[in-house]
């Protein structure tokens, strides 16, 4: 099948909607709660278990989701989707904030 825009738009749609479907909340308490112990271990300046846990409810506000679409060969690509990306390295490049690698499987 020929990836077309509309099918490389769909993707990085999906990608751009999936840090919005985790419950960051959720994930990091349950984080906090069965390794607390060993995240006071590492932490050079000891801190309060509600520091710690306010701080991680924190980092849920900033999720750094990296959004690349990897695929085994460049023959799949529509050739009008060219003008929608932009060329980082010879198999490697960008639409919008999404990297699309072409690797050999």
């Known amino acids: 099948?020929?990836?077309e825009h509309h099918h490389?738009?769909?993707?990085?749609?999906k990608l751009t909607n999936y840090a919005s479907d985790i419950n960051y909340a959720a994930m990091f308490g349950i984080y906090f709660i069965k390794y607390h112990v060993a995240i006071q271990e590492h932490l050079h300046y000891k801190k309060e278990?509600?520091?710690?846990?306010?701080?991680?409810?924190?980092?849920?506000?900033?999720?750094?989701?990296?959004?690349?679409?990897?695929?085994?060969?460049d023959q799949v690509i529509d050739l009008n989707v060219g003008q929608h990306l932009t060329m980082i390295?010879?198999?490697?490049?960008r639409y919008n904030d999404m990297k699309i690698a072409i690797t050999k499987i």
Do not use: G
């Open 49 to 73: 278990p509600d520091e710690i846990a306010n701080i991680l409810k924190a980092a849920s506000n900033y999720p750094n989701t990296r959004k690349t679409l990897y695929i085994a060969t």
């Open 8 to 13: 490389i738009s769909s993707v990085y749609d």
């Open 89 to 93: 390295k010879p198999n490697i490049f």
């Open 1 to 3: 099948m020929k990836m």
